[in-house]
């Protein structure tokens, strides 16, 4: 099942009509897949761009055209003796910023259409490398050809790309087993439902228990700087008009709060302490 499948399924269960998830997981994958819903969609962009954690399997040895075990395979090498302070050590090539060529099996898309698209028929796919950041890399265990990986990264980051290219750094190649994402900020500790879970919980006890599983939109925005706005002033953000604040320094992205706390949604605070909207909530203007 892709991401998109995923998320239209869950959609249906919860009657929205508008849904975005924050950021595709492979078919392969499991774990974490934030949705969001009617004017939660409005952030939704905002978590694509979030740090992610995972862990994943990989097998070393073996290279496969998309780079995990959906895959075909390409080549087999002999696995060197490895240890884990020989893995420990090869990993460190893939901290901090570096550049990454994306698996030619990707949604990313060029020329207007995914890249997995010109794959499958087979095109010869000519894939640049880009830079993205991983945070961390943990070596979790090594138990013969098989190794175990927890990753922290920015968005855009490839697991499989990592696996592929730590196959090379070792000499023998390797492939994506298992993956798993663990969480996606601001949701470090996320309470995750499958979509059969979903589908027993709205069979058993209806629409009020699938309610009783949202997130307020808020909860999304915790990591951002807050500005709390008085009514008047809220009125005046609602109406698209600009509000002078005794403030001043950086511009600077926040998000827009009522005195009770409640999102109004997003807006820039300029050099000179102005407050203008970025994306505001029905509520916010009155809707």
């Known amino acids: 099942m892709s991401s998109n499948q995923a998320l239209q399924r869950v959609r249906h269960l919860f009657r929205a009509e508008k849904a975005g998830h924050t950021g595709s997981l492979d078919p392969l994958a499991t774990g974490l ?127 499989r790309s990592i696996v592929r290219d730590l196959g090379e750094a070792l000499g023998c190649g390797a492939h994506v087993l298992t993956l798993r994402r663990l969480w996606v900020d601001p949701f470090r500790q996320p309470r995750m439902c499958t979509l059969d879970e979903l589908r027993a919980l709205a069979d058993a006890e209806g629409e009020a228990a699938l309610e009783a599983l949202l997130l307020p939109v808020d909860a999304g925005l915790v990591e951002w700087p807050r500005v709390a706005l008085d009514a008047a002033q809220a009125a ?36 000179d302490g102005t407050l203008r909207a970025r994306r505001l909530f029905r509520w916010t203007c009155g809707g």
Request: charged fraction near 25%; charge should be negative; glycine fraction near 12%.
């Open 33 to 159: 897949l934030p949705v969001c819903f009617g004017e939660a969609t409005k952030i939704a962009g905002l978590l694509l761009g979030n740090a992610k954690a995972y862990e994943t399997t990989a097998r070393l040895g073996v290279t496969t055209d998309t780079d995990d075990a959906d895959g075909q395979p390409l080549r087999e090498r002999a696995v060197p003796v490895l240890d884990d302070a020989a893995v420990t050590a090869a990993l460190q090539a893939f901290l901090g910023r570096i550049s990454q060529r994306p698996p030619i099996y990707s949604a990313l898309k060029q020329g207007g259409e995914p890249l997995y698209a010109k794959a499958r028929r087979g095109e010869t796919v000519d894939v640049p490398e880009r830079e993205v950041e991983v945070h961390s890399i943990e070596l979790v265990s090594l138990e013969g050809d098989v190794v175990s990986l927890r990753i922290t990264c920015g968005s855009g980051t490839y697991i």
């Open 236 to 271: 005046a953000l609602g109406q698209g008009q600009p509000v002078r604040l005794d403030l001043s320094g950086e511009v600077r992205d926040v998000n827009v709060t009522d005195l009770s706390g409640r999102s109004l949604g997003l807006g820039r605070i300029e050099a």
